[in-house]
């Protein structure tokens, strides 16, 4: 159901933007999230927009640097990643947001229920 692709090696400081692709009907009623997973290390919420796209939030590393878009035309979620640094080296996965309101759940890799394949991102030193 869901595709996460756009990883891959940049530098420190350097760009990247990841995709999430999704097959699911009226995707435009899901909240969608970006989690990472560090190697040896657990998976931590890095970003989520909202059915609505004026409502988003973020984790509070990548906050100032990393931005978060939806186009529900071609259901998909972006994940502009700017001023990468080594910390942000992991793998990138999406989630569809089960739950009706945000709260701490939205943030815990344990509440989504599938992940799909996830994008490497590895940033050099």
């Known amino acids: 159901q869901l595709q996460a692709c756009g990883g891959g090696l940049v530098q420190t400081g350097g760009s990247l933007t990841l995709s999430c692709a999704a097959s699911?009907?009226?995707?435009?009623?899901?909240?969608v999230s970006w989690f990472r997973q560090p190697p040896g290390k657990e998976r931590d919420f890095v970003a989520a927009?909202?059915?609505?796209?004026?409502?988003?939030k973020y984790g509070d590393s990548v906050k100032g640097r990393f931005s978060i878009s939806r186009d529900n035309a071609k259901n998909t979620v972006t994940l502009q990643m700017n001023g990468l640094k080594p910390e942000d080296t992991a793998v990138y996965y999406c989630?569809?947001?089960?739950?009706?309101?945000?709260?701490?759940?939205?943030?815990?890799?344990?509440?989504?229920?599938?992940w799909g394949p996830g994008t490497q991102v590895t940033v050099s030193s």
């Open positions: 699911v009907r009226a995707f435009s009623n899901y909240d």
């Open positions: 989630g569809l947001y089960p739950q009706a309101f945000w709260g701490p759940a939205l943030t815990r890799a344990s509440t989504y229920k599938s």
């Open positions: 927009i909202g059915q609505r796209v004026n409502i988003k």
